[in-house]
């Protein structure tokens, strides 16, 4: 398969954990890359890999992976984590392409 | 400091083709691959297809096969990406970005680039 499926919205509490998800069949092969959008910006890389977070990136944010499904957790969310979160990983075909999710909308209320 | 500076807006019509650049600086330039990703109006980012700055290696998306062609000058460190055949779809944000492989980890994105189709 060449999709990786993501939940459209989520909301999470000030200062609590949420938890965003991301199913295909490619991670159980490839590890989910995982990039934050704020509004007329462009993407910023918040994990990758096993769980490596980038320079500059609060430890707030983890990633994790589990059979199919891969998630990036944010514990303590933060009003500023509020954007859309994207997964990303090579597709499982052997065509040597890339897949997005479609994204999800973080709400922090 | 790594940066990727992309050319301006640009408004084509339909059946155009439309060449965008990124040029990188802070790092060495043949050491990543450089991919290339959309994003339509309130939509979501559209992988396109990856480079290596090493050997000019390619990988495009399977939809694009034929319309799209990515190079790079080592000379000066830019990756371009030209879309040829152009439709109202394609107008979107077009963005470069720093892949650490082949398996689309982006650590570095350029600004992005609007390219509108229209008549």
Request: glycine share 10%; aromatic share 10%; with cysteine.
């Amino acid at each position: 398969s060449s999709e990786l499926t993501q939940d459209p919205a989520v909301s999470v509490a000030l200062g609590q954990t949420v938890r965003i998800t991301c199913q295909g069949d490619s991670l159980r092969s490839y590890y989910a890359s995982w990039y934050q959008q704020k509004p007329g910006q462009a993407p910023v890389l918040v994990i990758y890999g096993k769980n490596n977070r980038p320079s500059g990136i609060p430890d707030r944010f983890s990633g994790s992976s589990s059979g199919n499904t891969a998630s990036l957790t944010i514990t303590g969310a933060q009003a500023e984590d509020e954007a859309d979160y994207y997964c990303n990983s090579r597709d499982s075909s052997g065509n040597h392409v890339v897949v997005f999710g479609g994204g999800t909308k973080l709400t922090v209320l | 400091q790594v940066q990727l500076v992309q050319s301006g807006a640009e408004v084509k019509k339909p059946g155009a083709s439309v060449k965008v650049s990124c040029k990188a600086s802070g790092y060495t330039f043949t050491s990543y691959g450089i991919s290339w990703v959309r994003q339509a109006p309130g939509q979501g980012l559209e992988w396109m297809g990856w480079i290596s700055a090493y050997n000019g290696n390619t990988n495009y998306a399977q939809k694009l096969q034929g319309r799209v062609t990515m190079t790079t000058d080592t000379s000066t460190s830019t990756a371009y990406m030209e879309l040829r055949s152009l439709r109202s779809d394609d107008t979107a944000v077009y963005y470069c970005a720093r892949d650490q492989g082949t398996n689309g980890v982006c650590d570095y994105w350029g600004q992005g680039t609007l390219v509108t189709v229209s008549s």
